[in-house]
Every structure is written in structure tokens, then in C-alpha cells.
């Protein structure tokens, strides 16, 4: 026999999984119930964050010109691929070429954990006339370090894959997230760097960049640049915060002043009580009231130096003593938007609004004078409804740090 609150639960779902139908399937139910429409409604309150307004012209370089600008910063293109990914990644890099690079003509780096093979390299040096150089990861920031007890990080594995945890079972893909969290702005290659845009197979550029977001971030004083905000996977990081608050507690003085912390957290950073609704595998939805936070895509335009610095270089060797990039299964993504969020002033992190791009079923679509500014071939319509301002997406949240 079912109790009140299990009818009240019953109905609760079959109104979500409706809503998420009716939202993917008809456009205009889903631009008129996305997240800001309804708070508009409710509160009044216009949106209008700054990043809205396109690039200052100065940045800019006409299409009619192939010269590189007078000014140039310090930035790479910083690309971690395999071998086996040449078709995935040289799709992405011929669409960077042809929207920026080409004009602007910043080197690359590739790393991978095995040497490049002379084919790979051939196929990438025929896309670009910038510079290209490749590096060999050391095997001490890839691997699985010898002080983690590998029975605890197996029956973690093996209790993801049975609750069907999205890469719940790899340990490579475990090795990449701790080495883009703590190690990739160690290699060697990248010390003459100070800024990068970090590019990864298989994504899709919707714009023409016709600036230089190198040299806006270093102006500008920005140190973290994103394009999507999701939430984690709460399964994948149960202890991430605690662990982030025992340093917290431990090193306050490192915490910036006019940070980005309720960006995380509605209530100081004593927990995180979002309601995170994602897809599950038997295409049921469901929304489950856990501690969960959002985090930034894989695309990043951002200040090495800032990395390297003495508070995220604390943090992260705090967390890599803690084992939870294997022991549980801490993504880089998390753990760079809490450094960034947690260690620089909330002005400092900034969202590209004109590169529209698309990684896996998300995207990010610019709208209006933006969209048509940067000759992007995206439907911004379909980005409003699919991942700019839906349930999953955190946009809304930073919105509302700026304002």
C-alpha cells in the first residue's frame, strides 16, 4: 500500500519526466520554461552580466588581414591526445585553424602518456603553419602512484561499475583527471607558457574568433575563461568537499578575498544541498536531492601561472594526499572550478559568451548581435533549450554573481 508521500513522489516524477519530453521535444515549451525565463517572471529581474557584451574591437583582427597583431601574449594551444585519436583531434584543430588560428598563428603542445607515432605528427603539422611541439608525459604524473593502496581503489572501481558510474572502472581515465588537475602545467613544454586554450578531440567551434582572448584575459588581469557549467556526478566525488573544507580550515589566508564561493554554495560553503536531475540509462529521469556542485566543461582559456601559484599548488597536493582521485573517481573539471572559484576573485573568472562550442550533447550557442558578429552556424534557439539555461546547467548561478 502506498503512503501519501509516495503518491506525492510518484506524481513529482511523471511532472519532470514530462516536462524533460515535452522540453526536447517542442522548442517553444522549452524556451519559455528554461531556468531565467521563470525567474524573470517570479522576481522581475532582467539578466544583463556583463560577458553579454562582445569583445572590445581592439582585440579584434579584420578578416581581410593575415597578419599577426603588433601585440602577442605569452599562451600555447595545449592539446592531450592519444594516438588513436588523430581523426578526433585533428577535426578539432582544423576547426580552430580555420575560426582563429589561422589569423593568429599560437603554438601548440601535444602530450600524450606514449610517444607520438610519425604519422600522427605529419597529419597535425599539415594543418597549421604555427608551431608544434610534442611532449611525452612523465610516467610519475600519469600514473596511479605506488602509496595508493590498490585493494581499497578496486573495490571502488568495482562498485561503480555495478551502479553503472559513467568511467566508474577506469584507471586511465582516472590517471587523466589527476594529471590535469595537478601535473599538466608541470611539463616541461609549457614552463616558457603563461596562458593556454586547452582543446581535446571530437569538439565543434560554432563562431569565427576574430580576437585575441589571450591577450583580453592577461589585460584584464582574468585567470580562468569557460564556455559550458554543468553539475558533477555526485556518485563520483562523496568526499571531494569534505576534503576541500578540511583545507579550507587548514590554510583560510589562501582563500581570495571577493572570491566566487557562492557560485558554489548557497549557504558560506557548509554544504551543497542542489537538486541535480540527470538522464539515467533506463531512459527514466530522475532527480535526486544530493550534495552536488557545478563544475566547467573541458574548454579552457586559462593563466598557467595561476595554476602554479602557491594556493592551488597547496590545494592540489592536499587532495592528491587525500587518494580520491582513485580511491573515489575526482574529476579535473570539479577540481579546477573549485581552485579558480576558491583562489581568485570572482572578476577573474570569465565566461566566453562569443565562442559558441560543443562537446558530447552540450553546447554553448551566442545569441543576438554575438551570434551574428561571429558568423556563428549554431542554433542559438536549440542552445537556450538544450544546455545554456536548463536544470543542469549552472549559468543561471553565475549570472547572478555578477549582477
Avoid at 261 to 270: A, I, P, R, W, Y
Avoid at 325 to 332: K, Q
Amino acid at each position: 500500500m502506498m503512503t501519501p508521500m509516495r503518491y506525492i513522489l510518484l506524481v513529482l516524477g511523471v511532472i519532470i519526466s514530462i516536462h524533460y519530453i515535452m522540453s526536447f521535444t517542442y522548442e517553444e515549451y522549452g524556451k519559455a520554461t528554461y531556468i531565467s525565463n521563470i525567474a524573470e517572471q517570479w522576481t522581475g529581474l532582467k539578466s544583463n552580466p556583463l560577458y553579454k557584451t562582445p569583445a572590445p574591437d581592439e582585440y579584434c583582427q579584420p578578416d581581410s588581414s593575415m597578419h599577426l597583431q603588433d601585440r602577442r601574449a605569452n599562451a600555447s594551444i595545449v592539446v592531450l591526445v592519444r594516438n588513436s585519436e588523430l581523426w578526433g583531434i585533428m577535426s578539432s584543430m582544423k576547426q580552430l585553424e580555420d575560426r582563429f588560428n589561422r589569423k593568429f598563428q599560437y603554438p601548440y603542445v601535444f602530450l600524450n602518456d606514449k610517444p607520438f607515432t610519425q604519422s600522427f605528427k605529419h597529419h597535425i603539422w599539415a594543418l597549421t603553419n604555427a608551431t608544434v611541439e610534442f611532449g611525452l608525459i612523465p610516467s610519475d604524473h600519469w600514473h596511479q602512484p605506488s602509496w595508493i593502496d590498490e585493494e581499497r581503489a578496486s573495490k571502488s572501481r568495482d562498485d561503480m561499475i555495478k551502479n553503472d558510474v559513467i568511467y566508474g572502472g577506469s584507471v586511465s581515465y582516472r590517471n587523466m583527471c589527476r594529471f590535469n588537475s595537478g601535473f599538466f602545467y608541470r611539463h616541461e613544454l609549457l614552463q616558457k607558457y603563461r596562458y593556454y586554450w586547452r582543446v581535446e578531440p571530437d569538439i565543434q567551434l560554432f563562431c569565427d574568433v576574430d580576437y585575441d582572448p589571450f591577450l583580453m584575459m592577461q589585460d584584464q588581469n582574468k585567470v580562468y575563461g569557460f564556455t559550458i557549467t554543468l553539475y558533477e556526478f555526485p556518485t563520483t566525488i562523496p568526499t571531494l568537499w569534505d576534503a576541500v573544507r578540511s583545507f579550507i580550515d587548514a590554510n583560510p589566508d589562501s582563500v581570495a578575498p571577493d572570491n566566487a564561493m557562492e557560485f558554489l554554495s548557497d549557504d558560506g560553503g557548509k554544504s551543497y544541498s542542489l537538486c541535480h536531475c540527470r538522464l539515467l540509462h533506463t531512459a527514466t529521469f530522475s532527480c535526486v536531492n544530493e550534495n552536488t556542485w557545478p563544475v566547467w566543461s573541458n574548454f579552457e582559456i586559462a593563466d598557467l601561472d595561476f595554476w602554479r601559484g602557491e594556493a592551488y599548488s597547496k590545494f592540489f597536493d592536499y587532495l592528491d594526499e587525500q587518494g580520491g582521485f582513485y580511491y573515489e573517481r575526482w574529476g579535473d573539471a570539479p577540481v579546477h572550478s573549485i581552485g579558480a572559484a576558491l583562489f581568485a576573485k570572482k572578476e577573474q573568472i570569465h565566461f566566453f559568451n562569443d565562442i559558441g562550442y560543443r562537446h558530447d550533447h552540450f553546447e554553448h550557442c551566442p545569441q543576438g548581435d554575438v551570434h551574428t558578429k561571429g558568423k556563428c552556424w549554431c542554433d542559438p534557439d536549440k542552445s537556450l533549450v538544450s544546455s545554456d539555461y536548463q536544470v543542469y546547467s549552472c549559468l543561471y548561478q553565475y549570472d547572478k554573481l555578477l549582477l
